[in-house]
């Protein structure tokens, strides 16, 4: 009991020392603390989005459609493909149902199936069906599926493409430091500290900003009869005289992708417009479509809207035009700035939000300083008068407890929460039971007739199971809380779960090597407990 | 020099034991009241779990809230049954819409909507929108964390102890999680995730609460190997007797002071866990200890250690470490 060597005392000493400096940064306002040397810790506890005002937004990717999209993409293509060759190869129930693309292959003239038709069909399937699993049977019988380890790679890097485009467009609106981070398989999180209202930010996010630039079918407009190769499209733009729908070419005359800058800008002065430029191969598209079309519309389709049909005036050959749509300053701007950052792979939906005001956290933190200060007061008192000068001792363990706890959460980057908050309120509460139990237990050895030292020395020793044993089991409860909780949950258990060591160290080791000293110092015929 | 008041006298004699019977009926009660009150009238799920919209506005001008007037406002939109309702202050009101029919994108417009009817003017202190899957998925998390823990907690004690510690362990934490549950689903208490959270801080209070007596009564076991195991545990119970009020009304006093100054968000957690507190401390002396009683423990008969003969001339080195493996109880 008496003996502490000088290296324990040392590493006791050393940890209490560190704790006070990484916990000190909270307590200096950030402009003083900006002016110390680099070598300082200056890392604060990171305040979460309830303590400190925020938008918390989840997304879920929808990646089936992108993967339905996809297929339906991959039989296009082949049946392009198909029709193209020379002399072209016929073919009969194209499907992409069940996730499968199948089709057959036949002689188009007979309607049967042609061993020579289905060879060669083959490159032209193996070309358009990269990267799946291809079977050709004899009957000319096609079926393509990704395997699932493919699928799997699909999503993943559909979200990952989410995530890249989101990242873009946030930064684009200019809010600081925001988190985005892949959640599960087909999860983004989104945390916007300090962002009051998320409607902008949503609305920015979620749009699809699908851009293509395609022709207008005038002749199918005049009859009223859409082509095979067409789709009808609703307008946007009721401003103009346009009808309110569009007979619209499927075919792509140039797609958003080649899109190098888009600008808010006005036209005549005062109506808000998208200026766009075309990178080398867009701006070439777009010069030959123009040339060919002079006195036609082209259709700028936006997520399958057309926003605006111009008419073809002259040929466009430098690779830059201008949007006028139904625009204000703030839509035209929006739009810019979806175009720059490029569209999203895939649909993307919230699933769960949690915005709180910056006042509101303010109140929580208030609330919850409160809650501890009074906490601590009603107990170090407590313990004052339950144990007097060892209760000094224990109230002394509980301060540095604190201490502790404000520096390994500044130390691990933790996030405190509100219900942090209460963790810590709680960690006290029972922070002190360790010192009750070796307390507690001293006296029944004095009782028994120790003398101070040895009954000091049995109570810590039979104390200390008891402790390691109450405080395991309290960390079980803790991890799988950590394990299941979201946000604030995960910093309510990360909080107790700290709070559980540090408070194990201070009120064993701290109060123990203040009591050694105590009893060398005095050497008392009776405790004063 | 100041002498320290004594909460609880020296040497208690109190026959815990005497009544464990009729408090373990007590205890049966609330546990089969608490599940059949979870079966009939269920738990009020706040929005973490049933999904929907929650958000807290303040009035302009921080004026008394008219929730009359809010209410046709907010009823003229047509999103479900809007619950209103004031909060902490008479100026600050919490807005309630359940889950809507058209799923997540739905939900989302009926915030976009609720933020038109009533205007710029209020302000908007928190908004949260959970969809129907993540509530689902909240809730199977949840129910998982929570028996995940009791299991560990339960194997943990099995190891440390002997197997009938370990189930009696698992039952007291039962009893204090499902009549925590039955206090919610009684007084109709939203059921949220920092319930969760505070049910399973119950749990850890609670076990470490029964650790501590079973740490004891291990030890006397050891001590005194042919007392009956009723007197052993009175006299557990009782040495341990001021550790446990201290330390119980220590963690009291920290929650009650999250109770009353913590703030109205705080609310529901802070009486979950005065009310574990509470639970956790009874559950300990009336329901994970008795129950040893009828676990037939495995003792080993023989020389019994005397307790206070010399122990003031006996070496400590003497005394039965409780560090070692214990002897009084054999593994089968």
């Keep these: ?529 | 020099m100041y002498k320290p008041i004594r909460l609880v006298p020296a040497n208690t004699r109190i026959d815990f034991m005497r009544w464990h019977k009729p408090l373990l009926l007590v205890s049966i009660v609330l546990v089969v009241g608490s599940l059949v009150l979870l079966f009939t009238k269920g738990l009020n799920y706040g929005i973490d779990f049933a999904g929907g919209v929650l958000m807290e506005v303040q009035t302009p001008q921080n004026a008394p809230a008219d929730l009359g007037e809010m209410r046709s406002k907010l009823d003229a939109l047509h999103i479900g049954e809007v619950t209103l309702q004031t909060f902490g202050a008479p100026n600050d009101v919490l807005i309630r819409v359940p889950q809507q029919a058209s799923g997540d994108k739905g939900t989302q417009e009926a915030v976009a909507r609720i933020k038109d009817a009533l205007g710029d003017q209020w302000q908007y202190r928190r908004t949260e929108t959970v969809g129907p899957k993540v509530g689902e998925e909240l809730k199977w998390g949840a129910l998982k964390a929570s028996i995940l823990a009791m299991l560990g907690i339960m194997g943990y004690v099995w190891f440390r102890y002997e197997w009938q510690f370990g189930i009696n362990a698992l039952l007291a934490l039962f009893h204090d999680t499902v009549t925590t549950a039955g206090l919610f689903a009684l007084t109709g208490l939203e059921f949220n995730l920092t319930t969760v959270a505070a049910i399973l801080t119950i749990a850890g209070y609670s076990v470490n609460d029964t650790v501590v007596i079973y740490d004891r009564i291990r030890y006397d076991m050891r001590r005194y190997k042919s007392m009956p195991l009723r007197e052993l545990i009175n006299t557990s119970l009782n040495s341990t007797l001021s550790r446990t009020t201290i330390t119980s009304g220590l963690t009291l006093l920290s929650v009650l002071a999250l109770l009353l100054f913590g703030g109205e968000a705080i609310h529901g957690f802070a009486l979950a866990m005065t009310w574990g507190i509470v639970i956790g401390t009874y559950s300990t002396i009336y329901v994970a200890t008795p129950l040893l009683l009828y676990m037939h423990l495995h003792r080993v008969r023989g020389k019994e250690t005397p307790p206070k003969d010399g122990a003031a001339k006996e070496k400590p080195a003497k005394e039965p470490a409780p560090k070692s493996q214990p002897s009084a109880v054999v593994r089968r």
Aim: hydrophobic content about 45%; glycine content about 8%; aromatic content about 6%.
């Design chain 1, 1 to 529: 009991m008496l003996q502490f060597s000088k290296l324990k005392i040392g590493v006791i000493l050393g940890i209490i020392l560190l704790g006070c400096l990484f916990s000190a940064p909270n307590l200096i306002p950030q402009a003083s603390l900006d002016k110390l040397p680099s070598w300082v810790p200056k890392t604060v506890i990171n305040l979460g989005l309830d303590l400190q005002g925020g938008s918390h937004l989840l997304y879920e990717v929808d990646t089936d459609s992108f993967v339905k999209e996809r297929l339906a993409t991959v039989l296009d293509d082949i049946r392009d493909k198909l029709r193209h060759a020379t002399p072209p190869i016929g073919y009969q129930n194209p499907s992409t149902a069940g996730g499968v693309v199948s089709l057959r292959v036949i002689d188009s003239s007979t309607q049967n199936a042609d061993p020579k038709m289905t060879e060669a069909a083959r490159p032209l399937l193996q070309q358009a069906t990269n990267g799946m699993d291809l079977t050709i049977a004899d009957d000319g019988q096609v079926t393509a599926r990704y395997s699932d380890q493919a699928l799997q790679q699909l999503r993943i890097q559909v979200v990952a493409q989410a995530i890249d485009v989101i990242r873009k467009r946030v930064d684009e609106t200019g809010t600081k430091e925001p988190t985005i981070i892949r959640e599960g398989e087909d999860r983004i999180v989104i945390q916007l500290p300090g962002v009051k209202d998320p409607q902008h930010i949503k609305d920015i996010i979620g749009r699809t900003a699908k851009m293509t630039f395609r022709m207008v079918d005038e002749a199918a407009m005049v009859s009223g009869q859409p082509a095979p190769t067409d789709e009808v499209l609703d307008v946007v733009d009721t401003r103009s005289n346009t009808p309110q729908k569009l007979i619209v070419q499927k075919r792509v005359t140039v797609a958003g992708e080649n899109l190098t800058d888009a600008q808010q800008s006005f036209e005549n002065g005062s109506q808000p417009v998208v200026a766009f430029k075309f990178d080398g191969i867009g701006a070439k598209k777009f010069g030959d479509a123009t040339v060919q079309n002079v006195g036609k519309r082209f259709a700028i389709v936006l997520d399958g809207k057309v926003i605006s049909a111009p008419v073809i005036k002259d040929a466009i050959l430098g690779g830059s035009g201008i949007i006028s749509g139904n625009f204000t300053v703030q839509s035209a701007a929006d739009l810019a700035l979806l175009l720059r950052a490029g569209a999203l792979p895939a649909n993307l939906t919230v699933i769960e939000e949690r915005t709180v005001g910056a006042d509101l956290g303010a109140d929580s933190i208030a609330a919850g300083k409160l809650a501890c200060e009074i906490a601590i007061v009603a107990i170090v008192v407590a313990m004052l008068f339950l144990y007097g000068l060892f209760g000094v001792f224990a109230d002394i363990a509980l301060v540095l407890n604190a201490v502790l706890i404000l520096g390994a959460l500044s130390l691990l980057g933790a996030t405190l929460t509100f219900p942090g908050i209460a963790g810590m309120i709680l960690t006290l509460g029972m922070a002190v039971d360790a010192n009750v139990l070796i307390l507690e237990r001293v006296r029944e050895e004095m009782r028994n007739g120790r003398s101070p030292v040895t009954a000091m020395e049995a109570g810590y020793r039979e104390a200390q199971a008891t402790i390691i044993d109450a405080n395991a089991t309290h960390c079980i409860a803790t991890v799988f809380l950590f394990e299941f909780g979201s946000g604030p949950i995960k910093g309510f258990a990360i909080t107790l779960l700290i709070g559980v060591v540090t408070s194990f160290f201070t009120s064993v080791y701290v109060t123990r090597l203040m009591t050694s000293v105590w009893l060398r110092r005095t050497r008392p015929k009776l405790l004063p407990l």
